[in-house]
């Protein structure tokens, strides 16, 4: 009876083919983060380089802090005025879209490959806004949807959109964010 139970507990962790190590190099996600958004359209560009005394972004532990953003076209001209007075919320939610490419670019950067994100966990969406507007949120839906887009549920995030009476060189939105990787 004996050798039949450890015959039996042989043969159950030999099913188990999967060490420790092996579970950690699964794949999150069951298509390639980089190839999707190629087929989203999306170039990702170099980062640009701050232009004061911090980083584009800062490890600790799983979690990597992004610096704010800004919404920076392909030929590098920035999205500037206010969303409400100069620009519309669709605008706004394209100047959001762009911030987004703009962290995504920063992010891999840092982290070499965007299959390493484990999720998109907290949103700070500043919006460069009329004292008069009220619909912060449907700008920054612009930067989310397509976080949601990219990384499926796990683009999903806790998020805050507020209005500011200004954004460094009028810029029409500054989006910072904090991302859980694979360590």
Known sequence: MRQAIILLLIILLGCNTKS??????????????????KELG???????????????????????????????RPDETMVTGKVGADLTIEQGYEAARLTAVEQLSALKAQIGDLNKVERIVKVLGMVNADPSFTSH??????????????FGERGK??????????????????????????E
């Open 42 to 72: 999306i170039q990702l560009s170099e980062p640009t380089k701050p232009v004061a005394n911090y980083v584009n972004s800062v490890i600790t532990g799983n979690l990597v802090f992004m610096a704010g953003k800004g919404p920076r």
């Open 157 to 182: 995030h806790a998020r805050a959109a507020v209005g500011m009476g200004s954004l460094p060189s009028n810029i029409a939105c500054e989006i910072e964010m904090i991302v859980q990787i694979r």
């Open 137 to 150: 949120p449907a700008v920054i839906n612009g930067f989310s949807d397509l976080m949601v887009k990219v």
């Open 20 to 37: 420790p190590e092996t579970k950690n190099v699964e794949k999150l996600y069951d298509y390639d983060i980089e190839e999707r958004i």
